[in-house]
Each structure stands twice: as C-alpha cells, then as structure tokens.
C-alpha cells in the first residue's frame, strides 16, 4: 500500500484534533505491529481506529477476516475508496466504546484486536476490551508512553494505580517498543509504546465478581495519600452493609495501614473476594 501521507494528501484530510487524530504513517512501525499480534489465516481481527487503511490492509493479507472500526465519516469514505479491491474486509462506521466485541464471531470463538487507539480514551478503551475479555485472545495497541508506563507498573511505584492492576488480573502483557513523534502526522508531542496483551484463560487470582474487584480497586486508590482502611471507609458496598473495615482486611490478610499503590494484584483479589462474600452474606 502506498504511503499514508500520500493519502491523506490525495484526499485532502486533516487530522481532527477533538478525535485525537494522528496518523502512524511509518509503514515499518505498522508492519511490525501486525507480525507481533501472530495473525493467522483463521482470524478475525477488529483494528480500532482504521484510519488510512494502512494497517487494514496488512492484516488482511493475514487474517480470513477484517473488521475496521472508525468515526469518522471522512475517514470511512477513504477507507471504502482505498480498500473496496480487498474482499475480506468489513468497514464499519462506529464508537469503539459502543461496539460489541462478542458480535463478530456470534459470541463463539475469539477475535484479535489491534489498532492506533485515540489517546484520549485509551483508559474506557481498555476497560472496554476487559468487558469483552471472553471473546478476544489478545490486543496490540498503541498507547500514549505515559499511559503504558502506568499499565505495566509494579506496586510501590508512583505509577502503579488503577490499570496497573486490572490488566495484569486478566491479561498477560508485553512492552513490545517505544515510538517516536516522528513516525505520526501531525507529530505528538510526546513518545507512544506498543503493548500486546494476551487475555488469560481464567484472572491471575480466582474471582466471583468483576464489577467488585473493580470497585474495590479504585475505592483503593481513590485518594493515594490515605491508607487502605480510610479509603475502603468510603466504598459503596462497605458503607451501604454497614461492614467493620478492620475485620474485612484482617480476613483478607491485609495490614489496612497500608496504601492501595503497595498492594499485588492477588491481594486486590482476595481483597475483593472477601468484600464480596461478606456483602452476599448480609
């Protein structure tokens, strides 16, 4: 395929700044992201964020489908004109955060997922994915570096926080490389990461209830500076059951004199499990 900005020229598109629009238009770095997700003849693929097509019609040459989700109007004209040769792809016109990663394959068997994502929705973007966790067995993404550092942290750094522990719970991750400014038109102002995540078959710890850890994880690190027991205090569910804080922790094996940002992600999970048993028991 020719150069994106060749493209983007030919079309005459300008990057829309409120859709954090910034084209990956070095094809080595694009080639190289297809060939780390380990696309076979027998994947279906949805690349977020489609774009120019570039990517599109890479993971086509490997994948027995592509489905290309973008917003943008413009953007899905260009990619109908520059791609309606290839047969095996679909381009959709959609919010990433509205669509239904179960659909493609009627909520049998698992999908690929992989994309330039918009920066300023990575986070619902990731959150997204782990909804839809039983239906994909990776992704290959492009995140701001500042973001990718925060997901791969590890407990008692400042970055560790909210990602650092629901990615890991659910997904086994790779730093794959570090971008540069100038491979993107227009060129951010800040270096960019690829990460791979490939989706465990069951979480790193063994869990009853998803939406629990996920509360108890951000009543964790809702003000840092708090200890867990102050923090934990302020949750919904402790609050509403009228739970002894001290009595949860100390089943849970957990000093409540400790921060959110010192705990594993197995402590959060069994954390989560112990709030969650307690609630149900009430």
Known sequence: MESPLKILKRHRIRPVKHLGQSFLVDNNITSRIVDVSKIDGDDTVVEIGAGLGAMTSMIAEKAKKVIALEIDPKLVNVLNEELKEISNIEIIRTDVL???????????????????????????????????????????????????????????????????????????????????????????????????????????????????????VKAAFSKRRKTLANNLKGMDTVCSGDMDVSSLLDEAGIDGRRRGETLTVEEFGRLAETIFRAARNQ
Do not use: W
Request: glycine share 6%; hydrophobic share 40%.
């Open 98 to 216: 509205r669509y239904d990663f179960s659909s493609p394959l009627g909520g049998t068997g698992k999908i690929k997922v992989i994309g330039n994502i918009p920066y300023n929705v990575s986070s619902q973007i990731l959150f997204r994915l782990i909804e839809f966790r039983d239906h994909i067995s990776s992704a290959t993404l492009m995140f701001q570096k500042e973001v990718a550092d925060r997901i791969a942290a590890v407990p008692g750094t400042k970055e560790y926080g909210i990602l650092s522990v629901i990615i890991p719970m659910y997904a086994v991750l790779s730093t794959i490389m570090t971008v540069p400014p100038l491979c993107f038109h227009p060129k951010p102002k800040v270096d960019s990461t690829v990460l791979k995540m490939d989706m465990r078959e069951r979480p790193l710890f063994e869990l009853s209830n998803h939406s629990m850890f996920l509360k108890t």
